[in-house]
Nanobody, 122 residues
Framework: QVQLVEPGGGLVQAGGSLRLSCAAF????????MGWFRQAPGKEREFVAV????????RYADSVKGRFTISRDNAKNTAYLQMNSLKPEDTAVYYC???????????????WGQGTQVTVSS
């Protein structure tokens, strides 16, 4: 079993920055890919970014490419999502998730955090 905890959400103005973190407790962290997904009200959960277990592979949704950066520190069992140049359309609940490979499909991720709200005001 693994527990994923995501502090770091909040309210920020458009153009601002925010860093989300995802701390893993329980089973081995370093051998799993870590992903970030988000869900806005009335919309389906969508892929944001993913990083492979060793950090050598990263993938991003087109909507966040060039603005968001995913990273991980296996020594701290923590993954991060640095979000810059935030837009009102980035407003959503953000979830971190653990999976066996760096894919973009939510169904490939078996463990999920509780989610953290990110609100970007215009």
């Amino acid at each position: 079993q693994v527990q994923l905890v995501e502090p770091g959400g909040g309210l920020v103005q458009a153009g601002g920055s925010l860093r989300l973190s995802c701390a893993a407790f329980g089973r081995t962290f370093s051998i799993y890919a870590m992903g970030w997904f988000r869900q806005a009200p009335g919309k389906e959960r969508e892929f944001v970014a993913v990083i492979s277990w060793g950090g050598g592979v990263t993938r991003y949704a087109d909507s966040v490419k060039g603005r968001f950066t995913i990273s991980r520190d296996n020594a701290k069992n923590t993954a991060y999502l640095q979000m810059n140049s935030l837009k009102p359309e980035d407003t959503a609940v953000y979830y971190c998730a653990r999976g066996r490979s760096a894919t973009m499909r939510p169904t490939d991720f078996g463990s999920w955090g509780q989610g953290t709200q990110v609100t970007v005001s215009s």
